[in-house]
């Protein structure tokens, strides 16, 4: 029969054992913070109804998605992002929910995007969102999330912080609302086509004394203090939002928090559901690679399933650009396997004494893995071979049973020397320093 | 705007809080066992060309695949188990994995089933294989980590052990080793349609003497070694097929892990590809829900995609029944947060310091959840309130602060009472235990 050529979709990956080890472990860490803000995971499934996914439609949204007919004739998607499956489940288990809801989700999205840019057509996103709470204390909730979660991956972040709606409230004093969605687009773009280009599209927007402005208003300079007072003063005086972004200061000096954020008025964010304060988390060791972390408050999650307005505040971790940065930056563990311990018999006939001493160190929390074949210590070759495969597969130490004696030979693989004549405890000990 | 219903498909899930708690701290555990005994994760994608996953096409799974047309025209599919991703993967990646190769894969695979029988279209599979190995050593290390799984779960295990080569060699001394396919899939619905049914089916199948001898094979009883014994008889005496039994049972008995395993020759298994042993696990606390975890030995895994020949032998935890049967036993914990204590303020600008406390928590080991609205001490209602919510929120102690004090009241959430004016050693130490 001929051979099926083994291949993938292009945009598409595999994650050998190293690379998903690494994921695992960076996604385990990420969860642990998660999970000690006392934020719940959900999961929803993969696929929904292209209604529901699309929603008001959308173009970009539209041609990106993987929708199809079923086998039952139905229309249906498979999601290209978790806030809109998140909409839809709280639209849906709203009597089963307590608000405020605070929720993580880290799951696969799939996207038809252009591979040529380097994007993926899947990958997994990582979702936290406070819903059903107006506080500052939720936004506040968030960015301090951001913050622990790049230090206990072992990275300082620096979060760029800015609020949407004195943006709003800043281009409503000048006259100048109804151009926001231009403007915004073109503000967001600013650390991509530079200050230059920039001015000249405001300019082409909003003619040259209105681009002055703009270019004022995000250029604003100083500390915290000094550039919220410079904003206020652009956007006509003290206002609900300035003073939200004062409280979120003092939050900020109550945590001894101020080396990890600061009042960025050039972060806009592009989507438009947001209205509050907006962010964007740059690494302290390498902010060229973009933001790692981002989001903002919005004031209607799930306005298109249901009559009530829920609003909330939430951030998004873009995973593979954060392993990108741990591993530029050295941060990122590059295991071959759990088990530092291999146990090899050499007898064919001690396999299942090596299977039992191995569960002897299992129960001793030592991960360990059985070598399947014997190692026949009556032949040296097959020794060394033992050596190369237990090195290969990750491990540490190799522990070989000789005869049918209690005392085992424990070799170090890194150091490349024999521990002799040791008693299972004085073995344990050594393998699980 | 008219409001879109907010729904899903029927045969998919949306899994709450705590539910989605019960299934993660189920896998973290399975995960757990894997990763002692040196099994390293990997991925790959949901998504692949309909061609791959097809492979040598088939009525069943073409009429329940997902399959449909790119935005590229290309013909694709989800995949459906994690096996033919897995023989792909294998052959993609031959020249970067070392033999043995000790893998598991836990991952939502797709199915247009029938819900009416209870079958989900979306479900979590979670599979584990040592492919590259034909010792007798990986078919019990499989067996053993079945065993041991359970058993991190909090229950027993009973596996049914079989060998689907020895009851060929049976088939073939009698003759009637062209009728297998028929006698195997009679066979393996004995539990279903009980024995005289099936022995009608085997006479129509083989004639009135021949079902007489399948039956007296499957229905061997007596110890391992005397079920053994009758076996090989009946295949017409000792052959390499029951030497691997035996080997079996000496790796059994030198763990000492005798109570987990039978012989079972009834166990059949469905599919084509099994080779050599085969088996499925009752939990011996609720037989009568099925098997939760079955598998067996291959001789070509991905002959499809590669010239090479790979054996292996793996299992298949069915997670779905599993988490319906430790739920049914009680041995799954219900939480519906990870986080044992509340913070809560009393007054708005207590926000800051709420967040630095239950960060000092959180390094203290705790999770702990902020409660985003002041307590409002002053007035009683809010107090009550709080308590209210908190407990929905699953914690067990909430602490409140009041004033500038350094001093702080932890309530009991359980016994209803409060513990006054605790340092915040005192507090932590109260809310670890």
Same mark, same amino acid.
């Given at each position: ?67 199809? @007919? +079923? ?21 849906? $288990? ?10 993580? $989700? ?27 709470? +107006?506080?500052?204390?939720? +936004? ?19 979060? $760029?912080?800015? $609020? ?136 209607? !999650? ?29 941060? !990122? ?58 090195? @290969? ?10 005869? +049918?004696?209690? @005392? ?5 693989? @890194? ?6 004549? !040791? ?11």
């Amino acid at each position: 029969m001929p051979i099926i050529e083994p291949r993938i979709l292009k945009g598409f990956r595999d994650f050998l054992p190293s690379q998903e080890i690494a994921r695992r472990s960076l996604m385990e860490t990420v969860e642990g913070v998660f999970r000690s803000f006392g934020f719940v995971p959900i999961d929803t499934p993969a696929l929904e109804y292209a209604e529901i996914l699309l929603g008001k439609g959308g173009g970009e949204t539209e041609k990106q998605i993987y929708r199809f @007919k +079923d086998n039952g004739d139905r229309d249906v998607a498979l999601r290209f992002d978790l806030t809109v499956p998140f909409a839809r489940f709280v639209a849906l $288990h709203q009597a089963e929910i307590t608000l405020p809801f605070k929720r993580y $989700h880290m799951a696969k999205v799939w996207r038809g995007e252009n591979t040529q840019r380097g994007r993926y057509r899947e990958f997994t996103q990582c979702d936290f969102d406070i819903v059903g709470s +107006d506080s500052p204390g939720a +936004d506040f909730e968030i960015l301090l999330m951001m913050r622990e979660t790049m230090k206990a991956l072992g990275v300082e972040a620096l979060v $760029h912080l800015n $609020h949407r709606g004195l943006f709003n409230r800043f281009l409503e004093y000048r006259g100048i609302r109804d151009k926001s969605v231009e403007i915004l687009r073109s503000v967001d773009k600013l650390s991509k086509i530079g200050e230059e280009e920039t001015g000249k599209q405001l300019e082409e927007i909003a003619g040259k004394e209105q681009a002055g402005a703009v270019l004022e208003y995000i250029n604003a300079g100083g500390t915290f203090e000094e550039i919220l007072d410079t904003l206020s003063g652009l956007a006509g005086g003290p206002c609900p939002e300035s003073e939200r972004l004062s409280v979120l200061r003092r939050f900020i000096i109550d945590t001894g928090t101020e080396a990890s954020f600061e009042l960025d008025p050039s972060i806009t964010r592009g989507l438009d559901y947001y209205t509050g304060i907006v962010y964007e988390t740059f690494l302290k060791d390498d902010p060229a690679i973009g933001s790692v972390c981002s989001g903002g408050r919005y004031d209607d !999650l799930a306005g298109l399933y249901m009559k009530d307005r829920i609003s909330g505040v939430g951030s998004s971790i873009g995973l593979d650009r954060l392993i990108a940065a741990l591993e530029n930056l050295g941060k !990122l563990e590059r295991l071959s396997s759990y088990a530092k311990l291999a146990v090899a018999g050499s007898r064919e006939e001690d396999g299942g004494r090596c299977q039992a001493l191995a569960e002897r160190f299992r129960s001793g929390g030592i991960a360990c893995e059985v070598l399947l074949e014997p190692a026949g210590s009556a032949d040296p070759r097959q020794l060394t071979k033992q050596y190369i495969l237990a090195e @290969k597969k990750g491990a540490r130490w190799l522990l070989i049973l000789t005869g +049918d004696s209690e @005392k085992f030979t424990l070799r170090d693989l @890194k150091k490349r020397e024999n521990r002799e004549d !040791l008693s299972f405890e004085e073995a344990l000990k050594i393998a699980g320093n």
